[in-house]
């Protein structure tokens, strides 16, 4: 199997530079009393927090998501590459506009054993319950959902054989 680079959207994380360039210039300069009030400042840091993480996006070297001969590896998991053999089922969610894809593998304890316990917790690995699937957020890529899990099951479905 050939390797497949799945970069970021760069026009998506545009328009999200544009939009909170836009909401810092006009708290900025339009409204003068919302500046002093805690929405006011709330907004602006936002924006301000918004414009800095799609300029790192944008900026960082490299592909999002990369599906090559050993697995499938999703930069903002830090897990690794998950191999082809362990991928059990691939399905496409969205929430509130928010578009995932869910991996579910054999062994997940296995990639998680080198996270921190904070991100092990946000990660849904809690003692008391079955490590939830992992998720890759399509929003910012350059691929489909449905391309995706497409490309995600054949790959996995090709290894099993």
Not at 84 to 110: L, S, T, Y
Not at 121 to 143: C, T, Y
């Amino acid at each position: 199997m050939d390797t497949l680079n799945i970069p970021i959207s760069k026009f998506k994380f545009s328009l999200a530079v544009i939009g909170s360039l836009g909401g810092i210039i006009t708290i900025l300069t339009v409204d003068h009393e919302a500046n002093d009030s805690f929405a006011g400042w709330s907004i602006l840091l936002l924006c301000v927090v918004l414009l800095l993480g799609s300029l790192y996006r944008m900026l960082q070297a490299g592909p999002e998501l990369v599906l090559d001969d050993t697995g499938l590896t999703y930069r903002h998991l830090k897990v690794g590459t998950i191999s082809w053999r362990d991928i059990i089922f691939a399905k496409p969610f969205e929430f509130q506009g928010m578009r995932f894809v869910f991996i579910w593998v054999r062994n997940p304890e296995d990639y998680l054993k080198g996270l921190s316990p904070l991100r092990r917790w946000l990660m849904g690995a809690r003692k008391s319950q079955e490590p939830k699937p992992f998720r890759i957020s399509v929003n910012g890529l350059k691929i489909s959902t449905k391309q995706l899990v497409e490309e995600i099951l054949k790959r996995a479905t090709a290894t099993q054989i």
